[in-house]
């Protein structure tokens, strides 16, 4: 038997290969042996068709060397010619932390850039930056047991049914044994609302206005913890003012009972954990939404109590990893800071010859600065930004317009990799080695479960072959992933006096037989031997006077504003079985047969007042471009919204994949695109 961990989605779940069957792990604390259906098929990816094989140039197979001796080449070239900043890597949430950790040493350290940034840029980049600004690190107080101890579970912007479905299985527990109330915050009524008390159909973009509101009735109703406020806390009274200003139910277009509703349920309650995801953090104002949710929760002292916290769930498996090594473009590894007396600790930890000592670009600038020409140089490994990134056609002409393109993937069929002039082959789930860690802090090993299919490579290994040929052997000559994360966890703890969360310096001297061995285990693991569940309910926060911060929320408007002649407001997201851009899932019948083709999902009234038919073809269209889909007539739309799900691309329709319409306007904070609120209109084909 091998047990591993799933590769979709953020909960993280355990699963084994007995008998060639896979089935969910028993022993896995964030799912206890319970698998969803993109988890129960798993086995039937293994054996995926369209793999690379071999590497490319031109569309030529080459020989390794051969490939890794070019990359190397062009992006020493294109550094030494144009400096650091002209070359970039673009990375994903598929990683594991191992292959985060070689990606950054090698730009951060070694290259002196900071262009590195990842597709969770588009995922969970908005959290990242409210855990900063409050906390003074990226730390999640909470854990999954939390959900079993609350009293009332607000889900905001989350259809947690069908994005986290084992963490909903275990809400639905919970309601069942402790009659937990359940608050769902989403323009939508999705599957999630099943279980909802109350639902909320808030106007798209109104969730900073609805918890200003709720942190003003928090006030009103005397509910404010001020022990725990005056004690470890800044910046109140600001918050409120700011609050106060705001018009709440012009914001969010919601019933004042409904409101009240669920202000008194917050109040009225101590155990409160409030669960948030993509349609917090995808937003022009994603990180000012994720403060006023932590406001909220900082003001009643409800946090890293059991049952009690603001909690991100992540989309990605890894997305949590990723940022632990600095996978953000503003982010440096093991949670340090771009301030001097940090940059020196690594400078020295790495015997860094180049540090980068400022932050890169985020996704969105460096697809621009590929398309204007400062970046000459990119390699994009385990992601396809031609369809998952708004502007797509953008995307696509900069990346035509790009010198040198290096793409790793495991299939040769995405949109990106045939834009690539170097295609390496990269070893996928089932056959690599590593570990990610989920939404809870949890550090869970993936294992291999077979070979990799014809000469594929671990992307660690390609990074750290290239680090090899452009600066020598000695900060890139790992053996395997054990000694990567032996490396990761001793600089976790560097230095580190506790005013660092994130520390495993406890895991920095695994033997390659107990990191093979370890056990599912949730940060900090610090050389001591403590553990931690919960953070911050004695306060205890990673800022300089070791107070958070309560930020004013001022409330504003998503950026693409609907008009007489874009009526609509485009939501995007995802269907209950399909993964991403479907390169798995796309090739599993049953998965297929939730949902075969792309569709835009409108309100009856909407269909007709377009003069729509059910299940008939529609032109969607945006300022940027437009695609057609089947209606999909749905009464639990809000009136004026259009939903699409993400994950087809060109590779499935010749209409193009979603996110082609999506102008993806940045938070000025997190850098992370708003995928859901653009002005559209429809009309019949
Ligand atoms: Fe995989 Fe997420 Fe489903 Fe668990 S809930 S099996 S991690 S997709």
Redesign the pocket.
């Known amino acids: 038997m091998t047990r591993t961990t799933?590769p979709?989605?953020g909960?993280?779940?355990g699963v084994r290969l007995q008998e060639g069957k896979i089935d969910g792990d028993p022993d896995h604390p964030a799912?206890r042996g319970r698998?969803?259906s993109?988890?129960a098929a798993l086995g039937e990816t293994l054996n995926l068709d369209g793999r690379v094989g071999v590497p490319r140039i031109h569309g030529s197979d080459v020989l390794w060397h051969e490939a890794l001796d070019l990359v190397a080449q062009r992006f020493g070239e294109a550094i030494e010619t144009h400096g650091p900043d002209s070359v970039a890597l673009y990375v994903s949430g598929q990683f594991l932390t191992e292959d985060y950790y070689v990606a950054n040493k090698l730009m951060k350290g070694f290259v002196g850039t900071s262009n590195i940034d990842t597709n969770s840029r588009l995922c969970m980049a908005s959290s990242v930056a409210g855990h900063v600004r409050a906390f003074g690190e990226d730390v999640v107080p909470a854990c999954y047991d939390d959900i079993d101890e609350a009293d009332l579970v607000v889900l905001v912007g989350s259809n947690t049914a069908w994005c986290?479905?084992?963490l909903f299985q275990r809400l639905v527990a919970a309601k069942q044994a402790r009659s937990t109330k359940i608050v769902v915050i989403d323009p939508r009524r999705t599957a999630t609302c099943e279980i909802a008390d109350l639902h909320l159909a808030i106007a798209p973009g109104g969730d900073v206005a609805l918890f200003a509101s709720l942190l003003v009735a928090l006030d009103n109703a005397g509910a404010i913890d001020r022990a725990y406020v005056e004690a470890h806390t800044d910046g109140l009274e600001h918050a409120l003012n700011a609050a106060r200003a705001i018009d709440v139910v012009a914001a969010t277009q919601l019933q004042p009972a409904d409101i009240d509703a669920f202000h008194d349920l917050f109040v009225q309650t101590n155990r409160v954990l409030t669960l948030y995801s993509q349609g917090v953090n995808q937003s022009s104002a994603g990180t000012d939404k994720v403060s006023a949710i932590l406001n909220c929760h900082l003001a009643t002292g409800r946090i890293g109590k059991p049952g009690s916290g603001p909690f991100s769930l992540t989309g990605q498996?890894n997305a949590m990893g990723g940022r632990e090594v600095g996978g953000l473009a503003n982010q440096l590894a093991a949670h340090l800071h771009f301030e001097p007396s940090d940059l020196d600790r690594l400078r020295r930890f790495w015997s860094a010859p180049n540090l980068a000592t400022k932050p890169g670009l985020k996704a969105v600038d460096m697809f621009d600065a590929v398309l204007d020409g400062r970046i000459r140089a990119i390699w994009i490994l385990g992601t396809n930004p031609l369809a998952s990134m708004p502007r797509a056609d953008r995307v696509r002409a900069a990346l035509d317009a790009c010198p040198f393109v290096v793409v790793s993937d495991v299939t040769d069929r995405s949109d990106t990799a045939k834009l690539a002039h170097v295609l390496l082959p990269a070893a996928g789930w089932g056959e690599k080695d590593g570990t990610v860690t989920n939404s809870e802090r949890r550090i869970s090993r993936q294992r291999a479960l077979r070979a990799p299919d014809g000469d594929a490579r671990p992307d660690w290994w390609q990074l750290a072959q290239v680090g090899q040929r452009l600066f020598g052997s000695f900060a890139f000559g790992w053996k395997n992933p054990a000694a990567i994360f032996r490396e990761h966890a001793a600089l976790s703890s560097f230095e580190n006096d506790g005013r660092r969360a994130f520390d495993i310096g406890g895991l920095a001297s695994l033997s390659d037989e107990a990191y093979d061995a370890l056990e599912p285990v949730q940060w900090p693991v610090t050389r001591d031997g403590k553990t931690r569940q919960r953070f911050f309910a004695d306060g205890g926060f990673y800022t300089p006077d070791r107070k958070a911060r309560i930020v004013p929320t001022p409330w504003r408007a998503p950026v693409s504003v609907t008009s007489a002649d874009f009526p609509l407001t485009l939501n995007t997201g995802r269907l209950r079985d399909q993964w991403h851009t479907m390169t798995r899932t796309g090739r599993v019948a049953r998965l297929m047969n939730h949902t075969d083709e792309p569709f835009v999902a409108l309100h009856p009234d909407d269909v007709a007042r377009y003069g729509l038919t059910p299940d008939g073809l529609v032109r969607i269209e945006s300022a940027l471009g437009a695609t057609v889909l089947r209606v999909r007539e749905e009464a639990g739309q809000r009136p004026g919204d259009a939903f699409v799900p993400m994950h087809w691309t060109r590779w499935f329709t010749s209409g193009g994949a979603i996110d082609a319409l999506v102008p993806g306007a940045t938070d000025p904070v997190s850098g992370q695109p708003e995928l859901k609120a653009t002005a559209v209109r429809v009309a019949p084909v």
Request: hydrophobic share 20%.
């Open positions: 799933c979709y989605c909960v993280g779940c799912n698998l969803c993109k988890g986290h479905p084992v498996p």
